[in-house]
């Protein structure tokens, strides 16, 4: 069980957007900037967005994330068939002083 | 361009210890502003961390695992190392090697290598 939840898959047509929740506590999202990853498969994980809302060099702006409380949100638009992939959000516990995953949501791109 | 490569057995017997070794190149992990992580992720599975390490040899643990892991790091051979003592099958795992700075946004991570535990 993940200290942050995900749904499990999510699902759009090329072109479409979908959105993606990840859903915490105090103790980690509600006081700690929140990270998502893309993992497309049989490769390592790569960082998508990390300060909450913020783009590494050459990830398009098709990808944008942001926090609210302590739930976060990555928004992808203009689905193409190479966004099909699990996506994490990852953030600090301070309860656990660890870093913690969501259990991760896979895209499936229609 | 910093480079992080996993090395170490591919096959552990249970009871026994895993030692995987991750070599850094192109940066220095002396006085850098980063911690060196361990994650995993088990087949089928999502990501877990287990740990992270800092230069000065501050070391933070997943609380489920702390009882069982030792994070070190060697900063005259750029590497930090992972063991993981009295193994069994749920440690089975494709292990990576990362760093992330004070937010936690993991921003380089290792192409990963597959532990299997088995006798």
């Known amino acids: 069980q993940s200290v942050l939840t995900q749904p499990p898959s999510v699902s759009a047509a090329p072109g479409q957007k979908v959105t993606i929740s990840c859903s915490g506590g105090?103790?980690?999202?509600?006081?700690?900037?929140v990270s998502w990853y893309q993992q497309l498969p049989g490769t390592a994980p790569t960082l998508l967005i990390y300060d909450n809302n913020k783009r590494p060099s050459g990830i398009p702006d098709r990808f944008s994330g942001s926090k609210s409380g302590t739930s976060a949100t990555l928004v992808i638009t203009g689905l193409q068939t190479g966004d099909e992939a699990d996506y994490y959000c990852g953030t600090w516990d301070s309860s656990l002083t660890a870093g913690v995953f969501g259990g991760g949501t896979h895209l499936t791109v229609l | 361009q910093l480079q992080l490569q996993e090395s170490g057995p591919g096959l552990v017997k249970p009871s026994e210890t895993l030692s995987l070794t991750c070599t850094v190149s192109?940066?220095?992990?002396?006085?850098?502003?980063?911690?060196w992580d361990w994650i995993r992720q088990s087949p089928g599975r999502g990501l877990e961390w287990i740990g992270s390490?800092?230069?000065?040899?501050?070391?933070y643990y997943n609380p489920p695992l702390k009882s069982r892991v030792t994070i070190s790091v060697d900063l005259s051979k750029n590497q930090f190392s992972l063991e993981l003592r009295s193994v069994t099958a749920a440690d089975t795992a494709v292990y990576y090697c990362a760093r992330h700075p004070t937010n936690f946004g993991v921003d380089v991570w290792g192409q990963g290598t597959t532990v299997t535990v088995s006798s």
């Open positions: 192109g940066g220095s992990i002396s006085g850098s502003t980063y911690y």
């Open positions: 390490i800092y230069y000065s040899g501050s070391t």
């Open positions: 105090s103790s980690n999202i509600g006081n700690f900037f």
